[in-house]
């Protein structure tokens, strides 16, 4: 009989790993918890973890009177499982759930809609302007000349206040809106914009290692901005930030530790939040995957 070859052993012993492995794997001792399973998405369309049912840990979704959902002075947490939706007024068709609104003491709305066949939108009030962000599905965009945009998941449109428009959907679509009252300024206007978040460049974000685009423009007619903000896996903020802007964020991927005054929470895709002016704020990206958010943010207006 030969010798066996170093190959040989090589492979026999790397055999026996996987079987091992395979063994450890099967009872479960090593396999991490079965939440965790899902990061593999490369099949999945991308936010479909906003949408999906299946958001609470499965354990969890039963229990009586549970929820993540938080509402104080300085700050809010608006997580799936509390969502409620109903008809949303002027539009046909169309459910919306309100998780931001001045109730709570924002200048702006966020909401999701949810359009089906045959929907429609309504318009903003006069001198409202609207930021609309495609979750899932894919809308349709017409101005008052009949000239058209489909918008499909990851693009957005900005309508700038009295702009005339309409959105329909022919099947089911889940729309993140943005809307407030247009701050003018002399000799400025706005404009309409169409994007995509994938068309949109990187930009600079000194002493920050986070990713960063800007769905609008950086200058002056715009009196808010929705940034897009991508963090690996142990990726935080270095800034522990205190600002007179407000915030409105939608946590579109991953998952991580959101910190608000002095509150900790554990935060996913789906997850709402408000921040209020000057509430302190930090986040941690943690899991296997990409967390990505859509953050707006008031900016050039002197807050007098
Ligand atoms: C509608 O969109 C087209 C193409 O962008 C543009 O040329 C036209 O001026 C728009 N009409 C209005 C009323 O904004």
């Given at each position: ?7 040989g052993l ?9 079987v091992?492995n ?7 001792f090593c ?13 999945k369309?991308?936010?479909?973890k906003v ?22 002075r ?27 609104t001045?109730?709570m003491?924002s ?23 609207r930021?609309i ?8 965009l ?7 945009n ?18 329909k959907?022919?099947g ?11 701050a ?29 685009r800007?769905l ?9 901005n ?11 903020l270095?800034?522990?930030e205190?600002?007179?802007?407000q ?11 959101y ?10 895709a ?7 002016p000057?509430?302190?704020?930090w ?7 990409r967390s ?13």
């Open positions: 009989m030969e010798n066996p070859s170093l190959p090589l492979l026999s012993f790397f055999t026996l790993l996987s091992f395979q063994v450890l794997g099967d009872e479960g396999s991490a918890p079965s939440i965790l399973d899902q990061a593999d998405t490369s099949s369309p991308l936010y479909w949408t999906s049912p299946t958001l609470s840990p499965s354990h969890l979704q039963d229990l009586p009177g549970f929820t993540r959902s938080v509402y104080k300085d700050h809010a947490l608006i997580t799936p499982e509390s969502h409620v939706f109903s008809p949303l007024p002027d539009w046909e068709n169309t459910l919306g759930a309100y998780l931001i001045p109730a003491g200048h702006f709305v966020m909401y999701l809609a949810k359009m089906q066949e045959n929907s429609k939108s309504g318009l903003p009030p006069a001198g409202v302007e930021l962000f495609v979750i899932q599905g894919a809308v349709t017409t101005n008052s000349s009949g000239i058209s489909k918008l499909m998941v990851d693009s957005y449109a900005y309508l700038p206040p009295n702009f005339e428009h309409s959105l959907c022919d089911s679509t889940t729309l993140a809106i943005f809307e407030r009252r247009y003018c300024l002399d000799n400025h206007i706005t404009e309409r914009i169409v994007g995509s978040t994938d068309k949109l460049p990187l930009l600079e974000t000194p002493g920050e290692v986070f990713e960063l800007k609008l423009p950086a200058s002056m007619p715009y009196d808010f929705i940034h897009i903000m991508d963090f690996q896996p142990g990726e935080f270095n800034v522990k205190v600002h007179y802007n915030h409105g964020l939608l946590l579109l991927e991953g998952q991580g530790i910190r608000l005054g002095d509150s900790w929470y554990s935060v996913q789906g997850d709402v939040i408000w921040m209020a000057f509430v302190p704020q986040y941690a990206a943690l899991g296997k995957t990505r958010y859509l953050l707006y943010k008031d900016v050039n207006r002197n807050p007098l």
